[in-house]
């Protein structure tokens, strides 16, 4: 063997392992430690994930948690880091995953996560919550609508099986629905502040674009009506 050809395959064996993702991480920086909270650790379907939350206490009671997910010995980190821990769902053929984030009070995000070359890896550049209220505010209905605070993307339940119990009959794997919320602090004298509360989107997992089902539609004008005369 030549010394090119000798150099050639270790730098293609270089490349290979860089752009291996169970290589991207071997876990969690020092100061972390693993939740001992059961309810804080979950695992996909089919078993080959588990999602555990590591946390690590730093001056003035700022605390931090980071998500990893374990496949067998690998592990990766799931972005961002935050300041509360996390609850998870997973679609049923455990391709996608959903973070539900508490950012606060009564304020919460939504990540989402897909399967690529064996690892969960963020499926979206903006956070989940940031699309839904982006298409939100993008309808003539409620683009006016400024909320201040306790400002929340929820999850409905129902991701496993195809919100089955809406009585739907939705292909499995292909939709989540969700919820949004909040309140506004500035408003009219006149008027006295009721919120939005629950106003429903789905989301295409196949396409990336929002929709709103006729069955949510009279539920939604019920949700914008925020203002109440005193």
Not at 64 to 85: D, I, T
Request: charged content about 25%; overall charge neutral.
């Amino acid at each position: 063997m030549t010394v090119f050809s000798h150099a050639a395959r270790s730098l293609a064996l270089v490349v290979a392992l860089a752009a291996s993702p169970a290589l991207a991480a071997s876990g969690p920086p020092p100061g972390f430690t693993l939740s001992d909270d059961a309810d804080l650790a979950f695992t996909s379907p089919d078993g080959a994930t588990r999602l555990e939350q590591y946390m690590k206490e730093g001056e003035d009671f700022d605390i931090k948690w980071q998500v990893w997910a374990r496949r067998g010995e690998e592990m990766r980190e799931l972005k961002p880091e935050q300041g509360y821990p996390a609850g998870f769902r997973f679609t049923a053929d455990s391709q996608w995953l959903v973070r539900m984030q508490k950012t606060g009070s009564g304020s919460q995000d939504l990540f989402l996560y897909h399967v690529e070359n064996g690892a969960f890896v963020n499926a979206t550049k903006q956070s989940l919550s940031d699309l839904a209220w982006a298409y939100f505010h993008s309808r003539p209905d409620t683009g006016k609508m400024k909320l201040d605070y306790h400002i929340s993307a929820n999850l409905m339940k129902g991701t496993e099986d195809g919100y089955r119990w809406l009585g739907v009959d939705w292909p499995n794997n292909r939709y989540l629905l969700i919820s949004l919320s909040g309140e506004m602090d500035k408003h009219p004298k006149n008027v006295a502040v009721k919120g939005l509360a629950d106003w429903k989107c789905r989301y295409d997992l196949k396409t990336g674009k929002f929709d709103v089902p006729k069955m949510f539609a009279k539920g939604n004008a019920e949700a914008l009506k925020w203002e109440i005369k005193r």
